[in-house]
């Protein structure tokens, strides 16, 4: 017998070995289901979401937007901003209509210029999705807030800012350029953003456990 189907078989058993594969639309629409994103549907079926086959696996599955800018910049200068969000938060947000995030809450809530960053967050364990944010320009959400305002940013992820009530709210009330009145979290001036379309989104990566 030849040693190479021998060794094929050997590798495809081998624990958290995966190989890319492709899938039906009924498989890719059962697993948004599956993993609580139903509200993706009609962005894979618009075609507003392809699936990624080359990083599909028999364990995961991946969706790419082809309108995504996937950027990777600093936080003085981004224009895109990023949010991993986990499955319940990402439906949650693309069934509203994408314009509110869940702000508040006792936790950081964070948008970093790096999408790669914001990707990591999600895995089989955690599944959702990544949210792009496009704003007015290059520099402008860093300019609102850490120029005009006095907020600061994590050092992380290209630099990132925090929308919730343990995010940068701290810092952005104090100091000459602080929010008057004070403001609970960023969320509260981010989300109206979204609403008026001075910031748009884009559902630009899916990953759903198989």
């Known amino acids: 017998m030849s ?3 021998i060794l094929a078989l050997l590798l495809m058993t081998l624990p958290g070995l995966a190989f ?4 039906t639309p009924a498989q890719i629409e059962k697993t948004l289901k599956d993993n609580n994103m139903s509200a993706m549907i009609p962005l894979y079926q618009s075609g507003a979401l392809v699936l990624d086959e080359k ?9 790419n937007s082809p309108d995504g800018a996937y950027e990777e910049s600093a936080a003085a200068d981004a224009q895109y901003w990023y949010r991993g969000m986990p499955a319940q938060e990402a439906n949650s947000f693309v069934a509203n209509g994408s314009v509110a995030v869940e702000w508040q809450e006792n936790s950081y809530i964070g948008i970093a ?6 990707k990591d967050y999600l895995k089989a364990k955690n599944p959702g999705a990544v949210i792009e ?3 007015a320009a290059a520099q402008w959400l860093y300019d609102q807030w850490s120029v005009q305002h006095s907020c ?13 009530y343990k995010g940068s709210t701290q810092s952005c009330n104090k100091g000459k350029n602080a929010f008057k009145p004070p ?7 981010f989300n ?7 910031v748009t989104s884009n559902v630009v990566y899916v990953l759903g456990k198989r």
């Open 192 to 198: 109206p953003w979204l609403q008026d379309h001075t």
């Open 133 to 135: 944010f496009k704003t």
């Open 3 to 5: 040693k190479t189907p």
């Open 113 to 118: 210029p790096q999408y790669s960053y914001s």
């Open 20 to 23: 890319a594969e492709s899938m």
């Open 183 to 189: 403001i609970q979290g960023l969320g509260a001036i």
């Open 152 to 164: 600061t940013i994590k050092a992380e992820g290209g630099g990132t800012y925090g929308l919730g």
């Open 55 to 63: 990083n599909t696996t028999v364990n995961i599955m991946r969706l």
